[in-house]
Structure formats: C-alpha cells, structure tokens
C-alpha cells in the first residue's frame, strides 16, 4: 500500500464519519460503496492476492 493509498484511505475515513455525524445516510452509501471498490483494487495487490472479486462486482451482477 502506497503513501497516496494511505492518505486516500484516510480521506475516505474521514468522509464517512462526518456522515456519520451529519446523519446523511445516501452520502454515506456513497462514500461506503466507492471506500469497497477502492479497498478490493488496493488490499488484494497489497497482499499478493490479485484477482479477488469484490462483493460489489457480485452485487451489481445480482442487480442485473
């Protein structure tokens, strides 16, 4: 994981307590889906395990 990953991943923290504390649920559900996407193409080539598929990939198959 990169320094830019790392201040990405913060940033993406940040952002979903202060929606948290707002109470802005589809803010929220934004910034969750984007922060997932974001983690299955970062922590799987972090780990050596490229090609994981992300819940969200299944999710979006599921919804056709």
Not at 9 to 34: Q, V, Y
């Amino acid at each position: 994981m990169t320094k830019a990953d790392w201040r990405r991943s913060m940033t993406e923290h940040e952002a979903i307590l202060a929606s948290l504390e707002a109470r802005d649920g589809p803010c929220l559900g934004r910034i969750l889906e984007a922060h997932v996407a974001a983690t299955w193409q970062t922590v799987p080539a972090a780990i050596g395990e490229e090609g994981a598929t992300s819940p969200l990939s299944a999710r979006a198959k599921a919804a056709g």
